[in-house]
């Protein structure tokens, strides 16, 4: 059932343009480049989030205060001026809001208050921590496992130090601030006295008096307790104290100079333990616990972002901390600054639905006139939906699979994967490899939420009589098992209830563990089916039942966090055949689906989420569109690619070193995944240093999230520069090698196939049921690799310049103009002008896109002509759209364009006989009679493009300004 009619929207987002903001690129800006957007055929602006972020952030999903505009980013006023303008073009926003998680920093002041203050914060309930857990010496405290070393050699290494802000008392670790309690001050405070008393006359200083008032308001303050009375008067004096220290530092010199001495002397003196007590005895007062990194698995006792140890879990499941962190938003639904949200990373939280109906509720009643538009940040397995939640769709990663897989041929893939399974990286499947990386995840990055479930399995597991005796260690590598054998990232169940799905999704996963450990104890296996798919049994306690409950909300929390990072963050760099496929929410083991899938995609797209985004990139894809599209390439010319490969790696073996038990670096996958990247990234013009960087800046990365012989955490450096020194001995065009040469003879064959494949991928973006999706830049050649290197600058200037050359020529010649704009493809005005002229049809039609009908051309035909397309069909016009997929063999050399269109014939629907326009040479195309059907010819209808848009029905405008069109001076609406 569709969540919306489209008469209840008053702006639909037909084409969302995704911009970034942060102090380079502010709210001014993008309102400067809104009539380039205009004219460019954008109807919505998505934005990254504005909410206040850490500063610096280049992204903005490292919030610190949703309360509050990013100062970095502009002002209530700029934002304010921004939606009007987008008001008066008919333009709308999303903004992209964050509810799981936050920084765990310093300028947080919700997390500072916490470390702070502890349970007795007015904070202690917004975030997933644990203050009861099983070590004694972390009761009611926050285990900080952040520490470079071992707590005692960063301590006795002067790491650690003490220091006054300016507003209050804090620890320093290199660039890290940990707040001091106030409580735990007295010690501090009266030193400071004893100095100002030797150096000075106490009598006529009247700091001493400050002092002591401080020392005797902070030796009264409450204990770290939840108890709302002490709660109360803890913040009020806690604001006292920090005004009279402010008060102080600002006003007396020697309480400076004092102070200066004080904390000289807690900062210790090397080589002397016992000068080290005093700070050590202040920090074993704090709410933190501060530890090296290592004792994760052993101490960790709060949620966080995957295995982001500054970034902390939001329980956003309880009322006051939802209250709290959409006030902001509330309020700008309410003014019409925005129209809808885009929910990241929904599985992370606790109860993803009852938070989404929330979300909803809050939408509508502060905007009662509107519908609410929510989309979330979901990724689909392949026979996964959506469940059926109060929103528009997801932010589309399973369309992007899915029309690559119509440019990815079959045969060539397979050619590809089964030579880079027994000549490259003998031995594991995908499968196998994802498998063994969740499981390396879940027992070691998240080792501490590991624990922590254990711990909670266990207490449920002793009140249960086949498995009460069952120890930690088989509980945990069971939990495990389970884990790593999901196909999904998580199920859905709710305290009230277990859908079917989620026991399908479960039943599956415990069949395979028991397929791959036939010899363990199945009472165990039958264990967690009772436990994750059954719910305690009937008269349970209520204490029972909410700890059942608690468990399988947490696991489902940890689920999805294992699989992103054991798929997306390792295995995706791991297995690396085809690049292509390696993106967030495909399988790069499974073969591509051609047409009968696509088709079946978008019929239920249609038919259930039509406003669900079509991307193709985002900040979060492995690679850009362009990128993939030329390694999906690849697989046209598998043989030529392997012949290829084996000349490169012989001719640079020179290159390669060896190192500490690795014969070669790098070895043969790694130098087949560096290939593969060098051939989708390679720029358009001759590369210069800057792209040599980016590549070592990229390879650095993938190097650390394959998690081999590097990583985050323990970085090899030695290992790294080997490989950086191998692609930049390759990269110099100077080098007595036949690889460069021959390089790019290759590269400049698949460039072509790359753009024709981006092409055709656009054309589907536009047309098929969905909300076309752009990201920032991406309407011209986009080149860029994953995050950060898909955050560079985006140039403007070069792009209204450009379109509005396009839109002149096309104007006076319009099939002139797209056989030039063919032919020159390497300039990006192709996907420029075919980006505007399908978003401009997109706005003159929106109910066509919304709510036109999808007719598959015949599959017998697709398969025939190697081609795919659909109809559009609303009322008294249609769409017919259609592109040769994996086999195109007529393309000019090095070009886009066919020198032999195919024959054949295009079936048309009945009553379908009038003509036809070419939506881009503007060139009428009328159908024919074959027998007692109208058809239109292939070669007509594609010209010599591997790719055609044909309309018929009303004529759709130009943008103001433009001449009339050449169906309009035709007469052929």
């Known amino acids: 059932m569709k969540p919306f009619s489209p008469g209840e929207l008053p702006r639909p987002p037909l084409t969302t343009y995704r911009l970034g903001f942060h102090r380079g690129f502010r709210l001014a800006a993008a309102t400067r480049l809104l009539p380039y957007f205009e004219r460019l055929g954008v109807t919505t602006l998505y934005a990254s989030p504005l909410f206040a972020a850490r500063t610096g952030s280049g992204h903005g999903y490292d919030l610190i205060d949703p309360s509050r505009l990013n100062p970095e980013v502009g002002t209530s006023m700029e934002l304010e001026r921004l939606s009007r303008e987008l008001g008066s073009r008919n333009m709308g926003m999303i903004l992209d809001i964050v509810p799981n998680h936050m920084a765990a920093h310093y300028e947080n002041p919700w997390w500072r208050d916490l470390l702070e203050n502890g349970e007795a914060s007015a904070f202690s309930m917004f975030f997933d921590v644990d203050w009861t857990p099983p070590q004694q010496a972390l009761a009611h405290r926050i285990s900080l496992p952040v520490l470079g070393e071992p707590f005692r050699r960063v301590l006795e290494n002067q790491e650690l130090e003490l220091v006054f802000t300016g507003t209050g008392f804090a620890v320093r670790y290199y660039e890290t601030l940990f707040p001091v309690d106030p409580a735990t001050l007295p010690p501090v405070l009266s030193e400071i006295r004893e100095t100002l008393r030797a150096s000075f006359h106490p009598e006529n200083d009247p700091a001493l008096a400050t002092l002591d008032l401080l020392l005797s308001r902070t030796e009264a303050l409450p204990a770290r307790c939840d108890n709302p009375l002490a709660k109360r008067q803890r913040s009020r004096s806690r604001r006292t104290l920090q005004g009279l220290l402010k008060s102080l530092y600002r006003e007396s010199s020697a309480f400076r100079e004092a102070l200066e001495k004080v904390l000289s002397e807690y900062r210790g003196i090397r080589g002397i333990p016992s000068s080290f007590d005093r700070m050590e005895a202040l920090l074993s007062t704090q709410v933190y616990w501060l530890s090296h990194w290592k004792t994760v698995t052993r101490t960790l006792n709060y949620r966080r972002f995957f295995d982001v140890a500054d970034l902390v879990g939001v329980r956003m499941e309880d009322d006051r901390v939802f209250e709290a962190f959409h006030r902001l938003v509330g309020e700008w639904i309410k003014r019409g600054w925005i129209d809808g949200v885009r929910v990241d990373h929904i599985d992370g939280l606790r109860d993803p639905a009852t938070y989404l109906f929330r979300l909803s509720r809050l939408l509508r009643d502060e905007h009662p006139e509107s519908v609410p538009l929510v989309w979330v940040e979901k990724i689909l397995g392949r026979d996964e939906t959506l469940p059926d939640w109060p929103v528009m769709g997801t932010t589309g990663y399973e369309f992007?699979?899915?029309?690559?897989?119509?440019?990815?041929?079959?045969?060539?893939?397979?050619?590809v994967r089964e030579w880079y399974?027994?000549?490259?990286?003998?031995?594991?499947?995908?499968?196998?490899?994802?498998?063994?990386?969740?499981?390396?995840?879940?027992?070691?990055?998240?080792?501490?939420?590991?624990?922590?479930?254990?711990?909670?399995?266990?207490?449920?597991?002793?009140?249960?009589?086949?498995?009460?005796?069952?120890?930690?260690?088989?509980?945990?590598?069971?939990?495990?098992?389970?884990?790593?054998?999901?196909d999904v990232y998580r199920t859905y169940i709710r305290e009230d209830s277990v859908p079917d799905e989620a026991k399908r999704r479960i039943g599956r996963a415990l069949d395979l563990a028991r397929t791959r450990h036939p010899n363990r104890r199945q009472g165990l296996f039958r264990f967690f089916e009772r436990v994750l798919t059954q719910g305690p049994p009937p008269g349970a306690s209520p204490e029972k039942k909410a700890r059942w409950a608690d468990f399988v909300l947490k696991w489902q929390q940890f689920s999805g966090a294992v699989m992103a990072k054991g798929v997306e963050d390792t295995a995706l760099y791991l297995y690396t055949p085809l690049l292509s496929a390696n993106e967030v929410g495909n399988d790069p083991g499974r073969p591509p689906t051609g047409p009968e899938d696509f088709h079946r995609f978008n019929r239920e797209r249609l038919d259930r989420f039509p406003l669900s985004l079509s991307a193709t990139s985002t900040h979060d894809t492995k690679r850009s569109a362009d990128v993939r599209a030329r390694i999906a390439a690849l697989s046209l010319f598998s043989e030529e690619w392997i012949k290829a490969v084996g000349r490169w790696r012989r001719w640079n073996r020179p290159a390669r070193q060896a190192s500490r038990g690795v014969p070669e670096i790098p070895d043969p996958a790694l130098e087949h995944f560096l290939y593969q990247t060098l051939i989708g990234a390679w720029p358009l013009e001759a590369p210069d240093e800057s792209f040599v960087r980016r590549i070592e800046g990229y390879l650095v990365k993938a190097l650390r999230e394959s998690k081999q012989h590097t990583n985050w955490i323990t970085p090899d450096p030695a290992y790294e520069e080997k490989v950086l020194r191998f692609v930049r001995e390759i990269l110099r065009p100077e080098r007595a090698s036949p690889f460069f040469k021959d390089f790019l003879a290759l590269q400049k064959k698949i460039a072509s196939s790359g753009a024709r494949i981006s092409l055709s991928q656009l054309l589907l973006k536009a047309t098929a049921p969905g909300v076309f999706d752009l990201y920032r830049g991406e309407e011209l050649w986009d080149l860029s690799l994953v995050d950060p290197d898909n955050r560079r600058p985006v140039d403007y200037t070069r792009r209204i310049r450009l379109l509005n050359t396009v839109i002149d020529q096309w104007s006076r010649e319009p099939k002139e103009a797209f056989q030039s704009f063919l032919d020159s493809w390497g300039d990006g005005r192709i996907k420029l002008f075919l980006t505007w002229i399908l978003l401009n049809l997109r706005k003159d039609h929106p109910a066509l896109f919304l709510e036109g009908a999808y007719r598959p051309l015949p599959p017998r035909w697709e398969e025939e002509q190697g081609a795919v397309g659909f109809f559009r069909s609303l009322h008294d016009r249609d769409l017919l759209v259609v592109t040769l997929t994996t086999h195109v063999s007529g393309m000019a050399n090095g070009g886009i364009a066919l020198e032999r269109p195919p024959s054949g014939e295009i079936p048309l629907p009945e009553g379908s006989a009038d003509p036809w326009l070419h939506l881009f040479s503007g060139v009428p195309v009328s159908p024919v009679m074959n027998g007692n059907e109208a058809v239109l010819p292939l070669d007509r209808v594609l010209q010599n493009a591997p790719f055609a848009v044909l309309y018929r029905g009303p004529a759709p405008s130009l943008p103001p300004g433009n001449p009339p069109s050449p169906h309009q001076k035709r007469g052929l609406s």
């Open 400 to 415: 992007a699979s899915r029309v690559l897989d119509l440019f990815t041929d079959p045969e060539g893939a397979r050619q």
């Open 421 to 486: 399974e027994t000549r490259l990286s003998p031995g594991q499947g995908f499968e196998e490899v994802a498998y063994q990386q969740k499981k390396f995840v879940a027992e070691t990055l998240m080792g501490g939420e590991l624990r922590r479930l254990t711990l909670l399995l266990e207490w449920i597991a002793m009140e249960e009589r086949d498995v009460r005796e069952t120890g930690f260690r088989e509980l945990q590598t069971g939990l495990v098992e389970v884990t790593a054998c999901m």
